[in-house]
């Protein structure tokens, strides 16, 4: 079994930053990948960024490229994604997610390929 808590969460007005961080526990050896995904209000849960865990590889949508950055630290067994620039439409609650599977250097993009799931954090931006 794996658990994952997020933290880091809040509010803040668009323009600012946030770091959100996701402390993974458990078998972390079947882990191949961690994904960030949100979901808003009245809308379907969607992948923001990924990163695989040998290598560090990273695959970010396209509405938070160059804003948004996710990392790990391996030894503390922490991923980050780091919120810039954020805009309103970044509202939502933010979920980790971590799957046994990948795809030589990518990770898999759908929910439905993610074994485990944290319990989530708001964000919320105002304007």
């Known amino acids: 079994q794996v658990q994952l808590v997020e933290s880091g969460g809040g509010s803040v007005q668009a323009g600012g930053s946030l770091r959100l961080s996701c402390a993974v526990s458990?078998?972390?050896?079947?882990?191949?990948?961690m994904g960030w995904f949100r979901q808003a209000p009245g809308k379907e849960r969607a992948g923001v960024a990924y990163?695989?865990?040998?290598?560090?590889?990273?695959y970010y949508v396209d509405s938070v490229k160059g804003r948004f950055t996710v990392a790990q630290d391996v030894a503390k067994n922490t991923v980050y994604l780091q919120m810039n620039s954020v805009k309103p439409e970044d509202t939502a609650m933010y979920y980790c997610?971590?799957?046994?599977?990948?795809?030589?250097?990518?990770?898999?993009?759908?929910?439905?390929?993610?074994?485990?799931w944290g319990q989530g954090t708001q964000v919320t931006v105002s304007s």
């Open positions: 458990g078998y972390t050896s079947s882990i191949n990948c």
């Open positions: 990163i695989l865990r040998a290598g560090g590889s990273t």
């Open positions: 997610a971590a799957a046994s599977k990948a795809y030589g250097t990518r990770c898999p993009s759908g929910p439905y390929e993610y074994n485990y």
